[in-house]
């Protein structure tokens, strides 16, 4: 929460980090009617180029969302979220979630977000635009 | 090379509707499930799980998490209804808009974004209706990118504003 502290530009906000694999997958699977071969299957993610099975980009938007609800808890708001998908959550990746603030205009917030792998290569970059509570 | 792979046909769709769906009411299991999903293995935030913990708060009872899917499994409706054409084929857009397309042989997601209205609530009736709202290219790396941007905007049953998103596809 963020109701106390004083935003400032180039603040880093607290991270959202997931260990993923077919446990995180299935599951968003489940809720989003989203089973894709490439999403279950290490040889289908094989056929398509990549070491095994990868995680959907739409469980990424998510992990962003839970990033920004995090930080700006249930009495704030997301106003605007964006997002790119630049390269493939592979099965075991721990995928962390990031945002700095670059803006701030009273209590409403923008920030550059991403999501990121091991090794801080970028998976979601994006931008985003909060009112904090 | 083409010079470019936007035909008069395809210019004059933009603007178009491409489609609407009309999703089931929302239930408290679907959204408990979402946020199950979206937070695991953690517990999600009580505000999505718990009536009356939810009642005690500033959103007067459980909202849906912004990014929350009430069309995932099947809608109440769907306009037009889907058609023998795979949603793989990178010309379905046009096919459903009944003009020939580019006939590109690639397709990507170039990404989302979104803007937010009021949220989700158990209850609700979600209605999407997307548009097409631009074509543009762009020479790349692997030839004359084609970028298409498609606009849904929700509505819930009181006709608020739940959220409007971009999606850009790109095909090459």
């Not at chain 2, 500033?58 to 099947?74: D, K, M, Q, S, T």
Request: proline residues 6%.
């Amino acid at each position: 929460m963020t109701q106390t502290t004083t935003v400032e530009v180039g603040q880093e906000i607290p991270t959202f980090r997931r260990t993923t694999g077919l446990h995180n997958w299935n599951r968003y699977a489940a809720v989003n009617d989203e089973f894709v071969d490439i999403h279950m299957d290490d040889d289908a993610g094989r056929a398509a180029g990549y070491p095994t099975a990868f995680g959907m980009g739409n469980l990424q938007w998510s992990y962003l969302h839970d990033l920004l609800r995090q930080w700006i808890g249930e009495d704030g708001r997301i106003l605007r979220l964006s997002c790119q998908f630049r390269a493939a959550n592979t099965k075991g990746m721990t995928v962390t979630a990031r945002g700095r603030v670059t803006a701030v205009r009273g209590r409403e917030v923008d920030l550059d977000v991403w999501t990121e792998a091991d090794d801080g290569g970028p998976l979601a970059p994006g931008k985003a635009t909060v009112v904090l509570p | 090379m083409a010079d470019t792979n936007i035909s008069a046909q395809m210019r004059a769709a933009v603007g178009r509707e491409i489609g609407r769906r009309v999703s089931y009411p929302v239930s408290e299991s679907d959204i408990r499930r979402w946020a199950l999903a979206v937070y695991y293995p953690e517990t999600p935030p009580r505000l999505y799980w718990d009536a009356g913990y939810a009642d005690t708060t500033r959103h007067g009872g459980i909202v849906a998490p912004e990014e929350f899917n009430p069309f995932a499994w099947l809608a109440r409706s769907v306009e037009p209804a889907r058609g023998v054409d795979p949603a793989q084929n990178p010309d379905h857009l046009e096919m459903t808009l009944g003009v020939p397309g580019p006939g590109l042989k690639f397709q990507l997601n170039g990404g989302m974004a979104v803007e937010y209205g009021v949220p989700m609530r158990p209850g609700d009736v979600i209605t999407a209706v997307n548009r097409l709202a631009s074509y543009t290219e762009k020479e790349g790396r692997l030839g004359l990118m084609l970028f298409t941007v498609t606009e849904d905007t929700w509505t819930n049953q009181r006709g608020e504003t739940v959220k409007r998103s971009t999606m850009t596809g790109i095909r090459y």
